[in-house]
């Protein structure tokens, strides 16, 4: 056998826990050539994110015959449970990067995403718009409450969103009503 077909002897730590969970022998081809970058593994039925891989490459792994991995697993929830303190979302995280001050981004309202918008303290998607902004200012009085660094402004019934938090309740450049505070991630 070469050097390179030696199994490498993996055990794997639960992070929340600091107990070892188990231990398997695996060629090294079976595992990732690096572990420095963010890394997810899928164990049994449940998925893994690396937080620590000791050592981090193949070829120390290889050389050693052992890797240890500590693991947290990660919990997934149901958009239901979670408590929204807006109304829309951009299309993906940190949209607002390089946006400038005159620059607005359009926005998706959160309730066609989800199975059961009420359940989550949505409007339905049919609610009409009086409904519907009488929710996120409800929200957005929530928000405004709590200082939160990068927020800045949306309009839930035009679905466009800017940068400047300066122009929080002043009219929406579309259809007049107050711009609500907006997160963007």
Not at 48 to 73: D, F, I, M, N, Q
Not at 101 to 127: Q, R, V
Not at 171 to 185: D, H, I, S, V
Request: aromatic share 8%; net charge negative.
């Amino acid at each position: 056998m070469g050097w390179f077909s030696r199994d490498v002897l993996v055990t794997f730590i639960d992070d929340a826990t600091g107990a070892a969970f188990a231990t398997t022998k695996m060629l090294p081809d079976d595992l990732p050539e690096s572990f420095e970058i963010e890394t997810t593994l899928h164990l049994g039925e449940a998925d893994w994110s690396v937080v620590h891989a000791e050592p981090r490459t193949r070829g120390e792994y290889t050389k050693s015959g052992a890797l240890t991995l500590r693991l947290l697993k990660i919990e997934k929830i149901g958009a239901e449970a979670i408590s929204f303190s807006q109304l829309d979302i951009t299309e993906r995280f940190d949209d607002n990067q390089g946006l400038g001050k005159d620059e607005w981004i359009s926005t998706m309202p959160l309730s066609l995403t989800i199975a059961d918008p009420k359940s989550a303290g949505l409007p339905s998607p049919d609610a009409d718009s009086d409904e519907v902004y009488r929710v996120a200012s409800k929200l957005s009085a929530l928000r405004e409450s709590i200082p939160i660094p990068d927020d800045g402004v949306y309009c839930p019934i035009c679905h466009i969103a800017n940068v400047d938090l300066g122009r929080l309740r002043t009219p929406c450049p579309k259809c007049g009503r107050e711009l609500l505070k907006f997160g963007w991630t």
